[in-house]
């Protein structure tokens, strides 16, 4: 059985940091692409960053670029995400996510990804 578990969540002041993780279960974590996604109160669930199980390519949303950073503790079986210089429009929901097959072209979708853990939430201050 597939599980997702995310932690790390809170309040933060802006210019802050966080480091977000996600435990995985019951699958082979190296073969599966990753993704945190989040989603803001009245906004739609968005993407964050990825990890291509084919390539370790590690695309980034655009307005995460510089300031995240995501990366897999194989040995744990654990995804990490790294957030520095949080801004309030950070404030969301934050959910990682999980599938055994992904091309590059679908890392940012979230159709793509079957397994999603509760999520954990940001709250950023300004």
């Known amino acids: 059985q597939v599980q997702l578990v995310e932690s790390g969540g809170g309040l933060v002041q802006a210019g802050g940091s966080l480091r977000l993780s996600c435990a995985a279960s019951g699958f082979s974590f190296t073969r599966y692409a990753m993704a945190w996604f989040r989603q803001a109160p009245g906004k739609e669930r968005e993407f964050v960053a990825a990890i291509s199980q084919r390539t370790g390519s590690r695309p980034y949303a655009d307005s995460v670029k510089g300031r995240f950073t995501f990366s897999k503790d194989n040995a744990k079986n654990t995804g990490i995400l790294q957030m520095n210089n949080l801004k309030p429009e950070d404030t969301a929901v934050y959910y990682c996510?999980?599938?055994?097959?992904?091309?590059?072209?679908?890392?940012?979708?979230?159709?793509?990804?079957?397994?999603w853990g509760q999520g954990t939430q940001v709250t950023v201050s300004s």
């Open positions: 996510a999980a599938s055994s097959g992904v091309i590059m072209s679908q890392l940012r979708s979230q159709s793509a990804y079957p397994y």
